[in-house]
């Protein structure tokens, strides 16, 4: 179990501490870009246009952990510091839809919630957010350059270490 105690991280604080989010086990057949009834506000066209609509395999009942930023960075710098590589903090698509239905609580006042999951090839950080009441998918590649500040109110979702 990652302990926090540590901060491993020095760019991310855990929120979530104290609470049990438990995602239940997937068949990992659902992907993002298919879950039009979660997403009803819009998908991003990149899922599509990447080859990201693909399904995983499935998965057990998994306990994440949310994180809010506290210092800027890149995605990399973000999901960099956790003490793993990242194919141990990644989430399946089939978990980041079931997450984004079941505690929609956690987009309250926050930019979005940012996921990483990963392809055979690449990893990817997918993006859920709200607007005027709907709920709206994105894609970004994990390299992407652009710069990330505590005032923009992220929460970064990964499992529990």
């Not at 057949?29 to 499935?58: C, H, M, Q």
């Not at 960075?73 to 903090?89: A, Q, V």
């Amino acid at each position: 179990m990652l302990k926090m105690e540590k901060n491993l991280n020095n760019h991310l604080k855990c929120i979530s501490k104290g609470k049990k989010i438990i995602l239940d086990p997937t068949d990992g057949k659902k992907t993002i870009s298919r879950a039009k009834k979660i997403f009803t506000g819009g998908i991003g066209l990149y899922f599509d246009r990447w080859g990201l609509n693909v399904p995983d395999e499935p998965t057990g009942k998994t306990e994440v952990q949310v994180y809010k930023t506290i210092e800027e960075g890149t995605f990399k710098d973000l999901f960099n510091n956790f003490g793993k590589d990242h194919s141990c903090i990644c989430l399946k698509q089939s978990q980041i839809v079931q997450f984004c239905e079941r505690h929609p609580d956690w987009l309250n006042n926050v930019s979005g919630l940012f996921f990483l999951f990963n392809t055979k090839l690449n990893f990817f950080v997918a993006q859920a957010y709200q607007d005027h009441g709907n709920l709206y998918a994105d894609v970004h590649h994990l390299l992407h350059e652009r710069v990330w500040y505590p005032e923009d109110r992220l929460r970064i979702i990964v499992p529990q270490l």
